[in-house]
């Protein structure tokens, strides 16, 4: 019996019903409860609930983990399963699988991470759309997607086409970046990884592409960096960037000074925390499945945070070890790691990863067979129908596993060791290597019962460094590696673990503790008499403050009978976590250089790579950023990622000198230029389609206008076109008229003659009252609260209202702060905009529109 056949009608609960289940099963924790009933709760498409608590979610994964170990000798139960998953205890299937194992409601993937790409070989507009099609195919499965773009010609060299020459990486960097914002559903966005070979002549280019104020907003970038370039920074030196990348006979060259174009990497990584650099020959170096290059398995890019570099079409599923859950006797002297249980759990954990596989398959299969059944033409379906056979093929063959961790700054606190201590650096390396070892052990095991990834060949890997570290920890296991194979060609990462380690109630991932403990407010009820109030906002409305503890540093209280109630002042707290195992701990607070030591020392023993970020305090330099990215290459890491406090808080920048532009009130001419730049903006409200034309001054909107794109009296313009020109001209009666130009693919200026004409007159006239605000120089954040705060009846009128907020927020400096929000996920008030979404501070979620 197939998965996704339902046979019986299933119980169903009220949202409110659900919530306090959830509530109950969380101990109160309302932020767990919230995140767990949004999104890995059972629903329909109707928004119908069927499961109440986790228990049932980890009763359904149990049931059908249990139903493929059926098909395998000395299979496990489903009651052996269910106790590893219960209670996100020990064994936590992260995202997609969590989500969509045994769901018939929905079809889509259980991967998280996918990559894609042309293998290199084309960058032809026919190979450049195919890559966009695939990629937003694999977002509305959930799949978190990346690709690199070094196989695009750089800017200025020839093309066979009327353009005649190429416009290089940027424009494609946008094309797909906004393809990822377009995907996003229900404030959940897509999420995309852009890399690009620092051998690449448009490197440098790619590395500034996201100072600019609201652009390349969908994605992440990576710069992937080589030894030679390394080098030549160490030395001083030049450095030739080629087009193809690396080739013996390249079209175009061009030579560089190293430090200058590194000065520049560690520069924009130190105002805005990109690009992220991924260390390439090391991960190519190290990879086991390059071994099989030439069969397909060459590394391209990265998933979107960086822990799975993949090869064109594979992807990975990821599930993470609750690292807390084996220290005995946490916070006290006796505390102690028991490395038997963590053993045992292991083989667990890999027998079920290589179940997940064939879950997936049978997913694929259901969306193959969707595709079938869908209308449209063939040649429509065909760019997603072999996207997913072509994905279908590499996780049969290679049956590729994502094995992690969560929860190390918290095992390492309950032990009683500061993280970021060289004690704290040694214990955590030995618990990866047991880790890696073991699951190498139990993918060696699984072959022996179930058959080698079908392309096993043990003298292909015999060099690799990986598998020459495996031969020295265990001897043994390497020879039975030799003759029984390995039933999964890649098997360890370590991915970020947000919503996860909030369920698991732990500090997420590699990563220390955030904050053990801080302060929240929470609206008070004006009709609620007896109520707490210790905060006016300028509006009159009051909030009550109350300590939040970090569930661990809550337990390491309890164990020492610290009353967790009372309702501490700032220095109580600060005298508190003196007092505890959290005490110089913290992400703000660790050594740089030692999480850097520490990062190295763990990616040994971690096949695919590690997500981890730096933290750094506000007046870090950019000398320590430079420091610190060296260091990270020379102790081994894949790849690095920093974070100055506050340096996401975003820069404008003119298009000509590329300066920091201050805007103040006198900033913009009173009369408007006759010609403006101007940014096309897409959107899409209910299931209507609209346009935003924003005009520009020094990057910074001065006016807007926007409406439907899709009706008879619409604005229809290419989907390409993002820029063009807003041209203030007058009809032949004297009166204003305000047109559209932009460059067409020919090279030819395409004008829409009358803008004012093709919107809804009151859509037009609104839309001048906002310009008039914008251009004389209100901030954009208190320009998007003004229009939040517009009554309309006209619901028309009402859907132009969230179109212009949605166009403008874009254009918000990153780290403003959001006021009267407050977090869908934790009801929190500490609301930031990020990228254009409103991104809460205290648990991360995001949303956008």
């Given at each position: 019996m197939k998965s996704d056949t339902v046979m019986t009608p299933r119980k169903t609960y009220s949202r409110d019903e659900a919530l306090k289940a959830a509530l109950n099963y969380f101990k109160g924790d309302e932020l767990a409860a919230s995140v767990w009933l949004n999104k890995y709760a059972l629903k329909d498409s109707a928004d119908t609930i069927y499961e109440s608590t986790p228990d049932e979610m980890h009763q359904r994964i149990a049931s059908e983990i249990a139903r493929v170990e059926q098909k395998y000798t000395n299979p496990l139960t489903e009651s052996e399963i269910f106790e590893a998953i219960k209670n996100f205890k020990y064994i936590v299937p992260q995202g997609s699988p969590m989500a969509g194992i045994g769901n018939p409601f929905q079809i889509a993937s259980l991967s998280n991470c996918f990559v894609i790409g042309n293998n290199g070989e084309s960058d032809s507009y026919g190979g450049i759309m195919k890559i966009d099609q695939e990629q937003v195919q694999l977002m509305k499965r959930r799949g978190g997607v990346g690709h690199d773009l070094s196989h695009i010609r750089p800017k200025g060299s020839p093309v066979k086409n009327s353009a005649l020459t190429s416009t290089g990486i940027v424009p494609f960097m946008e094309r797909y970046s906004n393809s990822t914002?377009?995907?996003?559903?229900?404030?959940?966005?897509?999420?995309?990884?852009?890399?690009?070979?620092?051998?690449?002549?448009?490197?440098?280019?790619?590395?500034?592409?996201?100072?600019?104020?609201?652009?390349?907003?969908?994605?992440?970038?990576?710069?992937?960096?080589?030894?030679?370039?390394?080098?030549?920074?160490?030395?001083?030196?030049?450095?030739?960037?080629?087009?193809?990348?690396?080739?013996?006979?390249?079209?175009?060259?061009?030579?560089?000074?190293?430090?200058?174009?590194?000065?520049?990497?560690?520069?924009?990584?130190?105002?805005?925390?990109?690009?992220?650099?991924?260390?390439?020959?090391?991960?190519?170096?190290?990879?086991?499945?390059?071994?099989?290059?030439?069969?397909?398995?060459?590394?391209v890019s990265t998933n979107p945070c960086g822990e799975i570099p993949l090869c064109p079409y594979d992807s990975c599923r990821l599930l993470a070890m609750n690292l807390f859950s084996y220290v005995e006797n946490p916070f006290t002297k006796k505390a102690e790691f028991n490395f038997e249980l963590f053993k045992?759990?292991?083989?667990?954990?890999?027998?079920?990863?290589?179940?997940?596989?064939?879950?997936?398959?049978?997913?694929?299969?259901?969306?193959?067979?969707?595709?079938?059944?869908?209308?449209?033409?063939?040649?429509?379906?065909?760019?997603?129908?072999?996207?997913?056979?072509?994905?279908?093929?590499?996780?049969?063959?290679?049956?590729?596993?994502?094995?992690?961790?969560?929860?190390?700054?918290?095992?390492?606190?309950?032990?009683?060791?500061?993280?970021?201590?060289?004690?704290?650096?040694?214990?955590?390396?030995?618990?990866?290597?047991?880790?890696?070892?073991?699951?190498?052990?139990?993918?060696?095991?699984?072959?022996?019962?179930?058959?080698?990834?079908?392309?096993?060949?043990?003298?292909?890997?015999?060099?690799?460094?990986?598998?020459?570290?495996?031969?020295?920890?265990?001897?043994?296991?390497?020879?039975?590696?030799?003759?029984?194979?390995?039933?999964?060609?890649?098997?360890?990462?370590?991915?970020?673990?947000?919503?996860?380690?909030?369920?698991?109630?732990?500090?997420?991932?590699?990563?220390?503790?955030?904050?053990?403990?801080?302060?929240?407010?929470?609206?008070?009820?004006?009709?609620?008499?007896?109520?707490?109030?210790?905060?006016?906002?300028?509006?009159?409305?009051?909030?009550?403050?109350?300590?939040?503890?970090?569930?661990?540093?809550?337990?390491?209280?309890?164990?020492?009978?610290?009353?967790?109630?009372?309702?501490?002042?700032?220095?109580?707290?600060?005298?508190?976590?003196?007092?505890?195992?959290?005490?110089?701990?913290?992400?703000?607070?660790?050594?740089?250089?030692?999480?850097?030591?520490?990062?190295?020392?763990?990616?040994?023993?971690?096949?695919?790579?590690?997500?981890?970020?730096?933290?750094?305090?506000?007046?870090?330099?950019?000398e320590l950023v430079g420091e610190l990215y060296l260091k990270a290459w020379e102790v081994g890491c894949k790849g690095v990622t920093v974070y100055r406090d506050g340096s996401r808080s975003g820069v404008l920048i003119a298009a000509d000198d590329k300066k920091e532009t201050k805007i103040t009130s006198s900033t913009f001419s009173k009369k408007r230029p006759q010609i403006l730049e101007a940014d096309v903006v897409r959107f899409q409200n209910q299931k209507e389609k609209w346009i935003a034309f924003v005009g520009l001054v020094d990057n910074r909107p001065y006016e807007i206008f926007t409406g439907l794109t899709d009706d008879e009296d619409g604005i229809l313009i290419p989907r390409w076109v993002d820029k063009g020109l807003i041209i203030k001209n007058k009809n032949e009666e004297g009166?204003?008229?305000?047109?559209?130009?932009?460059?067409?693919?020919?090279?030819?200026?395409?004008?829409?003659?009358?803008?004012?004409?093709?919107?809804?007159?009151?859509?037009?006239?609104?839309?001048?009252?906002?310009?008039?605000?914008?251009?004389?120089?209100?901030?954009?954040?208190?320009?998007?609260?003004?229009?939040?705060?517009?009554?309309?009846?006209?619901?028309?009128?009402?859907?132009?209202?969230?179109?212009v907020q949605r166009a403008l927020k874009r254009y918000v400096e990153d780290g403003t702060e959001v006021k009267g929000h407050t977090c869908d996920n934790c009801d929190s008030t500490n609301l930031i905009y990020q990228e254009g979404c409103l991104t809460c501070k205290d648990c991360g979620s995001s949303k956008c529109g």
């Open positions: 914002r377009e995907v996003a559903q229900d404030g959940r966005r897509g999420a995309l990884m852009l890399s690009v070979s620092i051998n690449h002549p448009d490197a440098e280019d790619f590395i500034d592409a996201k100072l600019e104020q609201g652009k390349v907003t969908g994605a992440n970038v990576s710069v992937r960096i080589d030894d030679a370039f390394m080098n030549a920074v160490k030395g001083d030196g030049t450095y030739l960037q080629k087009y193809p990348t690396f080739s013996e006979n390249p079209l175009y060259t061009k030579e560089i000074e190293a430090t200058k174009i590194w000065k520049k990497i560690v520069h924009n990584a130190w105002k805005s925390a990109e690009p992220g650099i991924l260390f390439w020959d090391t991960i190519i170096n190290e990879s086991v499945p390059d071994c099989y290059a030439d069969l397909g398995y060459k590394t045992k759990h292991i083989v667990i954990a890999q027998r079920m990863m290589d179940d997940i596989i064939d879950l997936e398959l049978e997913k694929i299969d259901g969306i193959l067979a969707k595709i079938e059944e869908d209308p449209e033409e063939e040649t429509v379906k065909a760019t997603e129908r072999n996207l997913w056979l072509n994905i279908k093929q590499k996780a049969f063959e290679g049956r590729r596993t994502g094995i992690g961790i969560t929860a190390e700054g918290d095992m390492l606190a309950a032990l009683g060791i500061r993280y970021g201590s060289k004690e704290g650096n040694t214990f955590s390396t030995e618990v990866h290597k047991v880790l890696g070892v073991e699951t190498y052990r139990a993918s060696v095991n699984l072959a022996k019962e179930r058959g080698a990834f079908s392309i096993f060949d043990a003298d292909r890997e015999k060099e690799n460094p990986f598998i020459l570290r495996i031969k020295e920890a265990d001897s043994k296991l390497y020879y039975e590696m030799l003759e029984h194979g390995r039933r999964n060609i890649a098997l360890l990462t370590i991915a970020p673990t947000g919503t996860t380690s909030l369920m698991t109630q732990t500090s997420s991932g590699i990563e220390p503790v955030f904050m053990p403990v801080y302060k929240r407010r929470k609206k008070v009820n004006p009709n609620d008499k007896d109520a707490r109030i210790d905060f006016v906002d300028e509006v009159g409305d009051s909030w009550e403050e109350y300590v939040v503890f970090h569930h661990r540093f809550k337990q390491w209280m309890e164990v020492n009978n610290i009353d967790s109630s009372k309702n501490f002042t700032q220095e109580e707290i600060d005298e508190l976590v003196k007092k505890s195992p959290y005490y110089k701990a913290t992400s703000n607070d660790i050594d740089w250089n030692s999480k850097v030591e520490m990062q190295g020392a763990i990616q040994k023993w971690v096949d695919h790579s590690i997500s981890v970020t730096v933290n750094l305090p506000n007046d870090a330099t950019e009166l204003t008229r305000y047109d559209f130009q932009y460059q067409n693919k020919r090279g030819y200026k395409t004008t829409i003659e009358g803008l004012s004409h093709k919107f809804n007159p009151e859509f037009w006239n609104y839309a001048k009252l906002i310009s008039g605000t914008i251009r004389h120089g209100m901030p954009i954040d208190k320009i998007v609260e003004l229009i939040q705060s517009l009554q309309f009846d006209s619901e028309s009128i009402s859907t132009w209202k969230n179109g």
